[in-house]
């Protein structure tokens, strides 16, 4: 009897750590996943501020980062990006991170649409 109860609570307890085990594996599987270097926006530019680095956009969702419409600033990598882009435009962008320890989602490239 007692091996019986011995041997029933070896096989609970086993039981019972695999969800624990499980998550373990889920959690190594996401951070193996590499992570999206850019994202895709399109919108239309509110505002160009050339001097400042930075771009102000009324953007459709994001999806790949999980955001909604809304007008936003966003800085740009280098002036150029600015080039031939004037308020009004419709555009689509590309955001991304220049450098690994950046941040914020930076716009890296721009083209009128």
Do not use: C
Not at 7 to 35: C, D, F, H, W, Y
Not at 45 to 65: F, G, N
């Amino acid at each position: 009897m007692k091996q019986r109860i011995g041997l029933i609570a070896l096989l609970l307890a086993g039981l019972a750590s695999l969800p624990v085990a499980a998550q373990r594996m889920t959690n190594t599987e996401a951070q193996n996943k590499p992570a999206q270097t850019s994202h895709i926006g399109t919108g239309k530019v509110v505002a160009v501020y050339r001097d400042k680095l930075a771009i102000r956009i009324s953007h459709e969702p994001i999806k790949t980062l999980n955001w909604p419409a809304m007008v936003m600033g966003f800085n740009v990598v280098k002036a150029s990006v600015l080039d031939g882009v004037k308020v009004g435009d419709n555009v689509q962008f590309e955001l991304g991170k220049p450098r690994k320890e950046d941040a914020l989602w930076v716009i890296v490239k721009i083209e009128r649409k």
